[in-house]
């Protein structure tokens, strides 16, 4: 079946360090790939996605790259903001389309 | 930019009573959808919609759960008798199209305590 795995939190960093949030997935076919990001007393927003193999989304400074042979899509940033502490949400859609599977979410804490 | 409205943002009601959860997707959107997140776990897929009718749902959509585009604008969810396990954020979400990397945008979320 279908499931996403990431890594656990939660995570903290201090301002501008290098941040690295992996997520691995299991599915059927070629998914799409997405990260989630939730502030504090929000919904979801979509942060980037990626549709193939080898594609590299990125946003805000945040970027992944679709690995098929490690069936991974690991969220990374050069430099985080106290401004990005939030829960981060990995999530595949199966290549029919519409429904999101997601990861258990890692929540990120940045200090000053 | 446009986005997806929920109401109530957080309700409590009593083991056994109905609720209704109210969304107003994205006006153009023609997919909807309601996934749930029971506090501290997963966001889960609960049932997806087009063209008035249920087009997937997952095992936790039971027969207590059900799904309505009332009008043109409104899309509701209903838990007919509600559970302490039904205790759960709820986010209504809508797409415009129902293919592959499309983006599904989401509301803030409905929390719902069931006591």
């Known amino acids: 079946g279908n499931s996403v795995t990431q890594m656990e939190g939660p995570v903290t960093l201090s301002e501008e360090a290098f941040l690295t949030i992996n997520c691995t997935y299991t599915a059927t076919g070629y998914p799409s790939l997405f990260w989630y990001v939730q502030y504090p007393g929000e919904g979801l927003q979509l942060l980037l996605k990626?549709?193939?193999?080898?594609d590299k989304g990125s946003n805000k400074g945040f970027e992944a790259t679709y690995r098929k042979e490690t069936t991974s899509f690991h969220l990374e940033k050069g430099s985080v903001q106290v401004s990005d502490s939030a829960v981060y949400f990995c999530?595949?859609?199966?290549?029919?389309?519409?429904?999101?599977?997601f990861g258990q979410g890692t929540e990120l804490s940045v200090k000053p | 930019e446009p986005e997806v409205t929920q109401t109530p943002s957080h309700q409590v009601t009593q083991m056994g009573q109905e609720v209704i959860l109210r969304c107003v997707p994205i006006s153009n959107h023609l997919y909807f959808y309601w996934y749930r997140q029971i506090l501290g776990q997963k966001v889960e897929f609960l049932v997806s919609f087009y063209n008035n009718e249920i087009s997937e749902k997952s095992e936790i959509f039971d027969d207590q759960f059900s799904v309505e585009r009332p009008d043109g604008s409104n899309f509701t969810l209903k838990i007919r008798s509600t559970k302490l396990e039904d205790s759960a954020m709820y986010f209504c979400a809508s797409s415009d199209m129902d293919f592959r990397g499309n983006t599904i945008y989401f509301g803030e979320g409905s929390w719902l305590t069931v006591v």
């Open positions: 990626a549709t193939k193999a080898d």
């Open positions: 999530a595949l859609s199966p290549n029919q389309g519409g429904k999101l599977i």
